[in-house]
């Protein structure tokens, strides 16, 4: 489905913002000493810079693009790793899949993930500072600021909300950090906050700011700028919020508003086709299904800007190698990895589940003509992960694929989740058969197919998000809520022994440690 021409140009204009942000990073951004001293070097005085209303607005696109600049940023790669290759479906990422030998200097993404984070949560404070600080001067009549009121309102309280969705991949993944809201704060030690007072932050910081965010209509009428989040997208990452910490009534109650708004405005609703939701054409404000997303630019004039490395790590026949047919897929990337699900996971699909269409393991090699079956071919063939579409305009390793942040789809099974375990089964199941309607399989009752028991309906809302989700980084995270993580990490690791639980958050950096002498490292690592 081509997007209409207004909704590419909004898009193509978000694309042109990611490259700003590359040269944003180049002159303010040319080093950070230290991710909690949250002071932007650069080559502009500070007396010369956040004076406009676009200055901070370039700023805000800068919060945003630390996030996927290529191969260190976390949602660029390093994510996929942490997700999903660290889930008991996928594998490719040893050091992330064997729960095994981590340590503050081990794997060493860690480091890039931590720091990119916290470099993103520096911009959002900058910005929100510099908002408020921009608006005063400009009252003051102060010579060459210009910041309004509202933009200035709308400003901070979409930072804000930038800054929540940071600290929430630091708290899942690291526990408990610490909270820092000013670039003003150069406190020498800054103490290491408790995930229970992390996701309290986070809760929040966006029950204030939703009320003021844009809805997506509104969002497009007001700025050309795709990705920006809205209050839809800002509720429904609230939600997950909620689901993490299993506050199923809160989770329930903000679910069930969304869904019966959604009624009314039409906003959202599941794309007809499910690997249309990938699909590169289909990128920007036409797709229904898309919440929040994180734009990325690609390869602009053959030069790297930002978006996923995955596709060069993606397992796939060689087609260089003797003997090795040529499937065809991502043709213009390298071959470096071998990321995929298992076997297992792929023979768990209904075979009529049209999902299990993006994982190829018939194809036609394009040297011979013969018809490939390529799990037959040999035990350690994978199925071919297709979800994400090849980018023509890779530079073999860089693709701009958006990172999905979350899609309706998963406000459907976010509530269908946390309504069975409040005891509502029969609108539980409801809300999963409206998901697999359009995977083309049959409906569900509550009664007939569960018997009404919370337990098997849990059961299988489980391997619902992971059919509808593989490979878009819950997986770890879905088998921890679920009480899974635990013994699948008991069964993969060579060194757990009885301390299994350390493996569920990751060991701060060591840079950090020294950085910050009030970051207390986790519980299991040195």
């Known amino acids: 489905r081509q997007m209409c021409i207004r909704d590419r140009t909004n898009y193509c204009h978000m694309k042109n913002i990611i490259y700003t942000i590359l040269v944003l990073n180049v002159l303010f951004c040319t080093g950070c000493?230290?991710?909690?001293?949250?002071?932007?070097?650069g080559k502009f005085p500070e007396e010369e810079y956040w004076k406009t209303e676009s200055e901070l607005l370039t700023g805000l696109a800068s919060a945003y693009g630390r996030l996927v600049i290529p191969w260190d940023a976390p949602f660029s790669l390093e994510v996929f790793k942490i997700e999903e290759c660290a889930s008991d479906y996928a594998v490719g990422a040893g050091e992330w899949g064997d729960y095994t030998g981590w340590s503050s200097i081990f794997p060493g993404a860690i480091n890039n993930v931590y720091d990119y984070l916290w470099s993103s949560i520096s911009y959002c404070n900058k910005v929100i500072d510099k908002s408020e600080e921009g608006f005063q001067k400009t009252q003051a009549g102060e010579p060459g600021y210009s910041i309004s009121k509202e933009v200035k309102e709308q400003i901070i309280v979409e930072s804000r909300a930038v800054r929540v969705f940071c600290y929430f991949?630091?708290?899942?993944?690291?526990?408990?950090?610490?909270?820092?809201?000013?670039?003003?704060?150069?406190?020498?030690?800054?103490?290491?906050?408790?995930?229970?007072?992390?996701y309290r932050f986070m809760e929040n910081e966006l029950k204030e700011v939703i009320p003021f965010l844009p809805t997506k209509s509104e969002r497009m009428n007001m700025t050309k700028d795709y990705g920006r989040v809205t209050k839809g997208g800002a509720e429904a990452f609230l939600a997950r919020i909620y689901l993490e910490q299993k506050k199923w009534q809160e989770c329930a109650d903000l679910t069930t508003k969304l869904y019966e708004d959604n009624q009314r405005t039409r906003e959202y609703g599941l794309e007809g086709n499910y690997a249309d939701i990938f699909s590169l054409q289909n990128e920007g404000y036409s797709n229904s299904e898309i919440m929040w997303a994180l734009p990325a630019a690609g390869?602009?004039?053959?030069?790297?800007v930002s978006g996923m490395v995955l596709h060069a790590q993606l397992s796939r026949p060689k087609k260089d190698e003797e003997g090795q047919p040529d499937s065809g897929y991502f043709p213009n990337n390298y071959n470096w990895g071998d990321m995929s699900v298992k076997r297992d996971f792929y023979n768990t699909f209904d075979k009529n589940d049209k999902r299990r269409e993006l994982l190829v393991t018939v194809f036609t090699d394009l040297k011979t003509g013969r018809l490939i079956d390529w799990l037959a071919e040999s035990e350690w063939n994978k199925p071919i992960m297709n979800k994400y579409p090849a980018d023509p305009s890779t530079d073999?390793?860089?693709?701009?694929?958006?990172?999905?942040?979350?899609?309706?789809?998963d406000v459907l099974l976010m509530r269908a989740e946390a309504l069975n375990e409040l005891g509502d089964a029969g609108e539980a199941v409801d809300m999963v058969n409206l998901v697999r309607n359009r995977?083309?399989?049959?409906?569900?009752?509550?009664?007939?197919?569960?018997?009404?028991?919370?337990?098997k309906i849990s059961d299988h809302i489980y391997n619902e998000r992971r059919w509808e989700f593989y490979f878009e980084c819950q997986g770890r995270r879905t088998m921890k809520r679920f009480?899974?993580?635990?013994?699948?990490?008991?069964?993969?690791?060579g060194d757990a022994g009885t301390n299994v639980a350390r493996y569920l958050y990751l060991p701060f950096p060591a840079v950090a440690m020294t950085a910050n002498p009030g970051l207390t490292q986790n519980s299991g690592y040195k």
């Not at 991949?169 to 408990?176: A, E, I, M, Q, V």
């Not at 995977?439 to 337990?455: I, W």
């Not at 009480?483 to 690791?493: F, G, P, Q």
């Open 439 to 455: 995977a083309g399989l049959r409906e569900l009752d509550a009664t007939a197919d569960f018997g009404n028991d919370k337990k």
């Open 483 to 493: 009480n899974k993580l635990v013994d699948h990490i008991a069964r993969t690791s």
């Open 169 to 198: 991949n630091l708290c899942t993944w690291f526990g408990g950090v610490p909270i820092v809201t000013s670039s003003t704060d150069h406190r020498p030690i800054i103490p290491k906050q408790t995930q229970d007072s992390v």
């Open 299 to 304: 390869c602009i004039n053959g030069k790297a």
């Open 33 to 41: 000493t230290d991710q909690l001293e949250e002071t932007i070097y």
């Open 396 to 409: 073999g390793s860089v693709s701009g694929n958006d990172f999905i942040i979350i899609r309706w789809a």
